[in-house]
Nanobody, 127 residues
Framework: QVQLVESGGGLVQAGGSLRLSCAASGRTFSSRAMGWFRQTPGKEREFVAV????????YYADSVKGRFTISRDNAKNTVYLQMNSLKPEDTAVYYC????????????????????WGQGTQVTVSS
C-alpha cells in the first residue's frame, strides 16, 4: 500500500499558477503509474492527468491539456501537478492517486484504476 499526502493548494486569481505536490511513502511508488483527479461538491471525481512509472508517458483530460503538466521524481517519491492559466472552473479538491494497473496509461482515466488516494488539497480560482 502507498500512503499519499497532497500539498500546494490555495487561492489564486484566474490566469495564475499553482504547483501541487504529492508525497508518497512505500517502496512500490516508483513502479506505479500516478494520477491526479479533482472533485467538486455533488459531482463525481474527475480525471485530470496520469503519468507512467518511468515518466515516459503522460495523458491529460481535454479540459486541462496545454495548461497542466504532470511530472514525478522517483528519487523523492513525489509527483507534481503544475497548473498554469488557471480558470474558475478549475476550482476543486485535487487528489493524487496510485494505480494498481499496468498497461497503457491512456486507459487509466477511471478512479477504479487507482487503489491508494491522498486526502486532497483545495484549489480555488477566483475570477
Amino acid at each position: 500500500q502507498v500512503q499519499l499526502v497532497e500539498s500546494g493548494g490555495g487561492l489564486v486569481q484566474a490566469g495564475g499558477s499553482l504547483r501541487l505536490s504529492c508525497a508518497a511513502s512505500g517502496r512500490t511508488f516508483s513502479s506505479r503509474a500516478m494520477g491526479w483527479f479533482r472533485q467538486t461538491p455533488g459531482k463525481e471525481r474527475e480525471f485530470v492527468a496520469v503519468i507512467s512509472w518511468s515518466s515516459g508517458s503522460t495523458y491529460y483530460a481535454d479540459s486541462v491539456k496545454g495548461r497542466f503538466t504532470i511530472s514525478r521524481d522517483n528519487a523523492k517519491n513525489t509527483v507534481y501537478l503544475q497548473m498554469n492559466s488557471l480558470k474558475p472552473e478549475d476550482t476543486a479538491v485535487y487528489y493524487c492517486a496510485a494505480s494498481v494497473r499496468t498497461g497503457p496509461i491512456a486507459t487509466m482515466t477511471s478512479s477504479k484504476s487507482f487503489s491508494s488516494w491522498g486526502q486532497g488539497t483545495q484549489v480555488t480560482v477566483s475570477s
